[in-house]
């Protein structure tokens, strides 16, 4: 749906161009955009490169078991359900570092691993468990200490501190996370 959406919009952009008579300058913007894409692509690809690789060597070296040691006092609060489950665990921990670090493509993969583990220890088909609530909900509003898909794009655009926006980051991720776990609990009480 939306791929037919922005085909019309691109269309629609065409058509007025030509209709104003601004067909050449139509042109060189939608080239200079490809091109810039292209580059910002290939940079990013080589910075996901880079700490999805980190993530790999942070789960053969034993760190994430170290932070998932740190973060089990958190998780047996929050994911009462899966407190004897040590691959669920792990998988919400791994996702949960990846996060922390800004890296939501690297943390994709454990997250799909943790859904599919806590799907199988609801123990319904189709129905959500809170616990998988909750881990949605946690894994969309995760505190990102390190943004660092934002301070690339940053620096791409010519910033001179890409890494400025980093309090104001932490605040809001803090913020939005403690919301959004607290209005999922909330909703799970209801619920019952």
């Known amino acids: 749906m939306m791929n037919r959406i922005w085909a019309c919009m691109i269309l629609l952009s065409i058509v007025f161009a030509l209709i104003n008579g ?26 996901f490169c880079l700490w999805g690789g980190l993530m790999r060597i942070a789960v053969d070296s034993g760190l994430i078991k170290k932070i998932e040691f740190l973060l089990s006092p958190l998780l047996n609060r929050l994911f009462p359900g899966i407190r004897y489950d040590d691959e669920a665990k792990s998988a919400i921990a791994v996702n949960l570092s990846a996060n922390l670090l800004g890296l939501g493509n690297a943390a994709t993969p454990a997250g799909i691993a943790a859904m599919q583990r806590l799907h199988r220890l609801s123990g319904k088909s189709n129905v959500a468990s809170p616990e998988m609530i909750l881990f949605v909900v946690l894994n969309s509003s995760c505190v990102r200490l390190i943004p660092t898909t934002v301070a690339m794009l940053r620096l791409e655009s010519g910033s001179a501190a890409p890494m400025e926006i980093l309090p104001a980051t932490l605040l809001v991720s803090f913020s939005g996370c403690f919301v959004a776990v607290l209005l999922a609990k909330l909703l799970e009480k209801t619920r019952k």
């Open 22 to 47: 601004e067909a050449q300058p139509a042109a060189n913007a939608i080239f200079s955009a490809a091109q810039e894409a292209v580059t910002i692509t290939l940079k990013m690809a080589g910075i």
